[in-house]
């Protein structure tokens, strides 16, 4: 059974930085492609960022560029986001999933960025 685990989020000012982690179980982590979405109030689940299975970022979002990061550590079926120069717009649950899979999500983890 496919597993995620996000953690990490928190409550900070505008302008700070706040780093995610997310542990995969019951796949063999280092041959997919991972993706961090956020969900905000009212809106739709987007994709913000992924990584691929060999670590390059793919599907950077423009609203996120040049703030955040994504990586991995295979051997620790981990993926990591770090997030800098916080925004308000950027309040939402975070979760990581397969990229293009519907199915197993999280609990997420939350952020919330006060203006």
């Known amino acids: 059974q496919v597993q995620f685990v996000e953690s990490g989020g928190g409550l900070v000012q505008a302008g700070g930085s706040l780093s995610l982690s997310c542990t995969a179980s019951?796949?063999?982590?280092?041959?997919?492609?991972i993706g961090w979405y956020r969900q905000a109030p009212g809106k739709q689940r987007e994709l913000v960022v992924g990584?691929?299975?060999?670590?390059?970022?793919?599907n950077l979002a423009d609203s996120v560029k040049g703030r955040f990061t994504i990586s991995r550590d295979n051997g620790k079926n981990t993926v990591y986001l770090q997030m800098n120069r916080l925004k308000p717009e950027d309040t939402a649950v975070y979760y990581c999933n397969i990229i293009g899979s519907s199915k197993s999500w999280g609990q997420g983890t939350q952020v919330t960025v006060a203006s």
């Open positions: 019951g796949i063999t982590f280092s041959r997919y492609a």
């Open positions: 990584i691929s299975s060999i670590g390059g970022t793919t």
